[in-house]
């Protein structure tokens, strides 16, 4: 089966540009949340959707901003990007809306340079 | 609000040696605890979880159990390989909440 997919897999942009980053969650995992990984530290909680609807979002400007598809896929979009946006964006499926029970599945990532 | 606090690293074992990772939290409630492996150029793979006082989550040789008196998950395993060379992640989430909250991460390498 295929992991949580995750494209494009490296990304370079210019200060003030914006970027759609993509996830496809594991097969019949209706949640996808989205974190920021900044180098040396843990990931940040970004956004989690469930079933199309927003459930969660962290402390993040509204620069950042998600949706969900019919398929269960997300895209993750950042306006006006700026230096510090450069960071790994990982996304994460799980079963239920929560994954306290199951746990989450992350993908490898999104490596975003912002120049 | 939710906190994991990791033990500093990097952290240098020779191979077999005996690994402890010390984590432990704040949060009010019982939250579910979990430990991720980064290894170079990936992202994050479950290794282990537990989601109630006392259980024990273990995994590859690994172990860690949900202790919550002292609020603490530490991970341990008995002879690590050099394999296990990776930044290893403590989180929590509760059950109605959305999101993990994850330590910043401790860097093991493992020399043979």
């Known amino acids: 089966d295929a992991g949580v997919t995750q494209s494009p897999t490296h990304l370079i942009k210019t200060r003030g540009q914006q970027v759609t980053l993509r996830c496809s969650p594991i097969s019949g995992h209706k949640s996808v949340s989205w974190y920021q990984q900044v180098l040396g530290q843990g990931p940040q909680f970004i956004f989690q959707y469930y079933e199309k609807e927003e459930r969660g979002r962290g402390n993040f400007p509204d620069r950042f901003s998600a949706r969900q598809f019919p398929n269960y896929s997300s895209e993750l979009n950042v306006n006006a990007l700026l230096l510090g946006d450069s960071a790994l964006y990982l996304c994460a499926s799980s079963l239920s809306p929560t994954g306290s029970n199951y746990g989450y599945t992350f993908g490898s990532g999104t490596r975003l340079t912002v120049v | 609000g939710d906190s994991v606090t990791q033990m500093e690293g990097p952290v240098t074992l020779s191979e077999e040696a005996f690994l402890t990772i010390n984590c432990t939290y704040t949060?009010?409630?019982?939250?579910?605890l979990f430990w991720y492996v980064q290894y170079p150029g990936e992202g994050l793979q479950l290794l282990l979880k537990?989601?109630?006082?006392?259980d024990k989550g273990s995994n590859k040789g690994f172990e860690a159990t949900y202790r919550k008196e002292t609020t603490s998950f530490h991970l341990e395993k008995g002879s690590v390989q050099v394999s296990d060379s990776a930044v290893y992640f403590c989180a929590l989430t509760f059950f109605g909440n959305e999101k993990l909250t994850f330590g910043t991460g401790t860097r093991l390498t493992i020399i043979p």
């Open positions: 537990a989601t109630k006082a006392d």
């Open positions: 949060a009010t409630g019982y939250p579910s």
